[in-house]
């Protein structure tokens, strides 16, 4: 473990004992004290599902497909996290945004651009999407690793949503990370692997020295604008397993020489040759191969590793379910299945 993490994570379990911070944590989220108490915690939201009109191409059934199948493993134990505040959403988002979206009162072309009608149950599942990734954080702050069955909105501005994305949680939660009365960490990264651009995440810390973003993604593919990353990689249509590999290879030492105190590793696996909306030709032993890539480098450096969804539109969708679940299957074998 490098000398930075293993002070950060000494201030985490000073910060967590000491009362005066605690209301400050993503609280409400704790595995159960039973006889599961040791295993890992994984946040899910699927108990909050977004109303969607018959047809709705958003594929809502695989968090539901993708908790139902790493239950059957049994080695996690399932968590609900509690929402997000409005507070902790303000530490990135527009102020007038938030309230407009909390109230329904967005105009229709913000709305068109998310890509969801606007719903109760959108902003119930938006906040504890976002709640569940701040709970993923301070249980890698806490245990080296944390995991969320839900999160990887990247393509949320700070002021407007985009591509089925209202809230960046990623964002939120990094801020957490480096607000000295919470994470109080000083640099950290994001991993971003989903096949379109973090174009929101790398436009928020476009200006911000303390956050490394990395993305991965098609260059002919959405979002057709592209923001900076501090990092981009652009892939061309019908990448497969070697080529990609070899990239994110070279991409994780930079990100690396960087000296990242923690990782946000978005997962999307829209890069799945048989993904509707992907255009790259990555196998299953492709993605598992890149998940331990990230998720080992993070193990042997000592940097606490937060694992987030991101984007997968497979057909059939059970091929996307596996390729998710096989992301946090990796970081139990590399992270260890107890706390
Ligand atoms: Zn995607």
């Known amino acids: 473990m490098s000398r930075g993490a293993r002070v950060c994570s000494k201030r985490v379990r000073d910060s967590l004992i000491d009362g005066r911070n605690r209301e400050h944590l993503p609280a409400g989220s704790r595995a159960p004290q039973t006889e599961s108490a040791m295993r890992r915690p994984l946040f899910c939201c699927d108990h909050q599902e977004i109303e969607l009109p018959e047809g709705h191409r958003f594929p809502m059934a695989k968090y539901r497909l993708l908790r139902l199948a790493l239950e059957r493993d049994g080695q996690y134990a399932m968590v609900q996290p509690r929402p997000a505040t409005r507070e902790e959403i303000e530490w990135v988002h527009d102020a007038a945004y938030v309230e407009a979206f909390l109230h329904g009162t967005l105009s229709a072309q913000a709305i068109r651009r998310i890509g969801f ?198 057909r059939p969708l059970e091929a996307t379910v596996e390729a998710h679940a096989n992301t946090f299957r990796t970081a139990l074998d590399i992270f260890g299945e107890e706390r």
């Not at 991965?216 to 590999?245: A, C, V, W």
């Not at 909306?277 to 998720?295: E, F, K, P, S």
């Open 117 to 314: 009608p606007w719903s109760e149950s959108l902003v119930k599942r938006t906040l504890c999407s976002v709640g569940g990734t701040l709970a993923a954080a301070r249980e890698a702050l806490e245990t080296s690793y944390g995991g969320v069955l839900a999160g990887g909105t990247h393509h949320a501005f700070r002021a407007e949503g985009s591509g089925f994305c209202v809230f960046n949680d990623i964002a939120v939660a990094a801020k957490w990370m480096l607000d000295p009365k919470h994470g109080g960490l000083e640099r950290v990264a994001v991993v971003d692997c989903d096949v379109h651009q973090g174009d929101g995440t790398a436009q928020i810390f476009e200006d911000d020295a303390r956050v490394f973003t990395l993305s991965l993604h098609g260059r002919k593919n959405f979002p057709f604008r592209k923001q900076r990353s501090r990092m981009d990689i652009e892939l061309e249509d019908g990448t497969e397993d070697e080529e990609y590999l070899s990239d994110l290879g070279a991409a994780m030492d930079a990100a690396l020489t960087w000296k990242p105190q923690a990782i946000f590793f978005q997962s999307g696996v829209d890069g799945l040759a048989c993904d509707t909306l992907g255009r790259l030709a990555l196998t299953h032993d492709g993605l598992r191969r890149r998940d331990r890539m990230v998720l080992s480098a993070c193990r042997e450096h000592g940097i606490p590793a937060v694992v987030t969804l991101g984007g997968g539109y497979g």
